[in-house]
T-cell receptor, first 115, second 115 residues
């Protein structure tokens, strides 16, 4: 069974603050993929990153960075110098190699960035 | 990334009528398509998985006679909500993948309101 937990349901920050969104996962697969998606108010899912279980290197893309810790089954997402446009719901998702292409989503974290 | 088009983006229908939602992969052939439902302020829940040319596999608790899924071609899957009721009002979103364990891309979603 696969499970993704995003313990923070809502986070509110002031613009320019850094914010970290937590994601903890469970899977029995030794090979798996982790994802982060952004869902703005319009509803579409915007793909942010995919990381496979064998690649524990942290990744940075502009103001976004991801910290993958296999030892703690976590894949946290940090936004540096947040902006109002970052306000959205962010989903962490997991796909085990034995799950075909089926994604298991976490409950999502609603991020509100205030000016 | 690849493009998945979902239509319509919004639909309002009367209780008791049926609504068809289309999901098209525009620049690749999708052997597998997924249909998700998302209630307000909740996560995405997988409803069913459809493979081209075969019957869809429904998740537990999803009524197959109410949510008819057809995946007749490699570029099109449809979800028909039959005899819609207000409680079927939700955001429906599809995703499509070219093959097993390949990247799945999401459509823009359809916001269904049953009045």
């Amino acid at each position: 069974a696969q499970k993704v937990t995003q313990a923070q349901t809502e986070i509110s920050v002031v613009e320019k603050e850094d914010v970290t969104l937590d994601c903890v996962y469970e899977t029995r697969d030794t090979t798996y993929y982790l994802f982060w998606y952004k869902q703005p108010p319009s509803g579409e899912l915007v793909f942010l990153i995919r990381r496979n279980s064998f690649d524990e290197q942290n990744e940075i893309s502009g103001r976004y960075s991801w910290n993958f810790q296999k030892s703690t089954s976590s894949f946290n997402f940090t936004i540096t110098a947040s902006q109002v446009v970052d306000s959205a719901v962010y989903f962490c998702a997991l796909k085990g190699v034995n799950a075909g292409n089926m994604l298991t989503f976490g409950g999502g974290t609603r991020l509100m960035v205030k000016p | 990334g690849a493009v998945v088009s979902q239509h319509p983006s919004r639909v309002i229908c009367k209780s008791g009528t049926s609504v068809k939602i289309e999901c098209r992969s525009l620049d690749f052939q999708a052997t597998t398509m997924f249909w998700y439902r998302q209630f307000p302020k909740q996560s995405l829940m997988l409803m069913a998985t459809s493979n081209e040319g075969s019957k869809a596999t429904y998740e537990q608790g999803v009524e197959k006679d109410k949510f008819l899924i057809n995946h007749a071609s490699l570029t099109l899957s449809t979800l028909t909500v039959t005899s819609a009721h207000p409680e079927d009002s939700s955001f429906y979103i599809c995703s499509a993948a070219q093959g097993v364990n390949t990247e799945a891309f999401f459509g823009q979603g359809t916001r269904l309101t049953v009045v």
